[in-house]
């Protein structure tokens, strides 16, 4: 039982390229959420993935876009990298929608990301 | 604009005795409270959360006090332990904000044996 896994857990990018961050869960919940943690800003949220089949917005989701392949995989994709979008990524998933105990939100170990 | 501050970016406590990190919110909205250990290289884990019904749950070392007024929340570790060390963010959510979290800067806190 791996939890919550990412890849890659380094990657430097040139301005403008493109990539994709993968992340996989498998035990078998529902929501799944994709988070950026920047020195002294904390962890804020990109998108989440309340259900399989559906997406919505975060706090910070421009220049970004995520797919919910399936109820195990949620991917993070960033179109035209830009030097502010350097930062460390953190997946992660809870078996229902919602921040409450009861649907503790499990993280992956993160992708740290740069963007030169 | 930051819902959720940890004004003390790090904290040195010795062994055995207690640790206190403290956490302000802005938004009256958030009716629940979560406290996340993070170790270097890996993701944040869950640690003790409260609900705002509550103004305080204990989980043997820890110890999680809300003071609804003020807008404030503390966790106290006691005793404080060389493993605790490690990066301690508070979070927040409100049933009206589709219940996503609002994470803290983080404090920084050290346990020196």
């Known amino acids: 039982n791996a939890g919550v896994t990412q890849t890659p857990k380094f990657q430097v990018l040139k301005t403008g390229q493109s990539m994709t961050l993968q992340c996989a869960q498998d035990?078998?919940?529902?929501?799944m959420y994709w988070y950026r943690q920047d020195p002294g800003m904390g962890l804020r949220l990109i998108y989440y993935?309340?259900?399989?089949?559906?997406?919505d917005k975060g706090e910070v989701p421009n220049g970004y876009n995520v797919s919910r392949l399936n109820k195990r995989e949620f991917s993070l994709r960033l179109e035209s990298a830009a030097p502010s979008q350097t930062s460390v990524y953190f997946c992660?998933?809870?078996?229902?929608?919602?921040?409450?105990?009861?649907?503790?939100?499990?993280f992956g170990p993160g992708t740290r990301l740069t963007v030169l | 604009d930051q819902q959720v501050k940890q004004n003390s970016p790090s904290l040195s406590v010795q062994e055995g005795r207690i640790s206190i990190l403290n956490c302000d919110y802005t938004?009256?909205?958030?009716?629940?409270f979560l406290w996340y250990k993070k170790y270097p290289a890996e993701g944040p884990t869950f640690l003790i959360s409260i609900s705002s019904i509550k103004d305080k749950n204990e989980d043997g070392r820890f110890t999680v006090f809300l003071n609804k007024s003020a807008k404030h929340l503390s966790l106290h570790i006691v005793p404080s332990q060389p493993g605790d060390s490690a990066v301690y963010f508070c979070a927040a959510s409100s049933q009206t904000g589709a219940n996503n979290l609002f994470f803290g800067t983080g404090t920084r806190l050290t346990v020196i044996p």
């Open positions: 992660a998933s809870s078996e229902d929608p919602g921040g409450r105990s009861y649907n503790e939100q499990f």
């Open positions: 035990m078998n919940h529902n929501s």
């Open positions: 993935s309340a259900s399989e089949g559906t997406t």
């Open positions: 938004n009256s909205m958030f009716d629940y």
